[in-house]
Structures are given as structure tokens and as C-alpha cells.
Nanobody, 132 residues
């Protein structure tokens, strides 16, 4: 049974920082082709924020939404089986529920799908981030 549990959300003032964590059980995050963070604000569609993906040549790379590039950093600790999202210089428009997502064992996810929610069968319940 795959379980993803997010933590670290909260309320911060604009310009502040937060670090989100996503701890997995029942699934090795190091085995994923794509693993990432998504967010959904009230009344808006879920959007991909940041992802770590397999380049297909044995290495990993990261991809970010334009709205967060340069302010957010995604990383993974394989020993802890945990994904992180470091968020700096937060803005009110970053307010949303943030979700961790992982692709499946037979995934062919690469760069083109890394920020597409349809690539991800496994999702956490989310953690709320509010920026005022």
C-alpha cells in the first residue's frame, strides 16, 4: 500500500520561507521516474510546481513551473525516502494546498510529463500553505 504524507505547510508573510516534506511508505521514491509537487488554489485547477524526473540516460534533473522558478527548490533524500520543496520569497499567489505525487512502477514519465498530473497515480492528501 503506497502512502505519501505531506507536512510543513503553514501561514507565513510575503517574503517568508517554508520547507515542505513528503514522506513515502510502501514505495521507494528512488525507483520513480517522476516525483513532484503540485498545488491547487481555491477555484483554480491543480498545477505542477516542481518535479524530479529521470532523463532517460541514468541521471535525474529538475523542472519548475515558470511562476516558481528561482524561488522554489525540489530535492529528495533517498535514505529518508522523503521529497522536499524549499520555498523562498513566498508571494500571496503561492497560497494553495500543496500535494506530493509519485509515478507508478511501470511509468515512462520523462521531462515532457513531469509537471502533468496525469502521469501520477499516487498522491498525498496535501498540506496548506497560506501567504499573506
Amino acid at each position: 500500500h503506497v502512502q505519501l504524507v505531506e507536512s510543513g505547510g503553514g501561514s507565513v508573510q510575503a517574503g517568508g520561507s517554508l520547507r515542505l516534506s513528503c514522506t513515502a511508505s510502501g514505495y521507494r521514491l528512488s525507483s520513480t521516474n517522476c516525483i513532484g509537487w503540485f498545488r491547487q488554489a481555491p477555484g483554480k485547477q491543480r498545477e505542477g510546481v516542481a518535479s524530479i524526473y529521470d532523463t532517460g540516460s541514468g541521471s535525474r534533473d529538475t523542472v519548475y513551473a515558470d511562476s516558481v522558478r528561482g524561488r522554489f527548490t525540489v530535492s529528495r533524500d533517498n535514505a529518508k525516502n522523503t521529497l522536499y520543496l524549499h520555498m523562498f520569497n513566498l508571494k500571496p499567489e503561492d497560497t494553495a494546498m500543496y500535494y506530493c505525487a509519485a509515478d507508478g512502477p511501470k511509468s515512462t514519465c520523462t521531462f515532457s510529463g513531469a509537471l502533468a498530473s496525469g502521469e501520477y497515480p499516487y498522491w498525498g492528501l496535501g498540506t496548506q500553505v497560506t501567504v499573506s
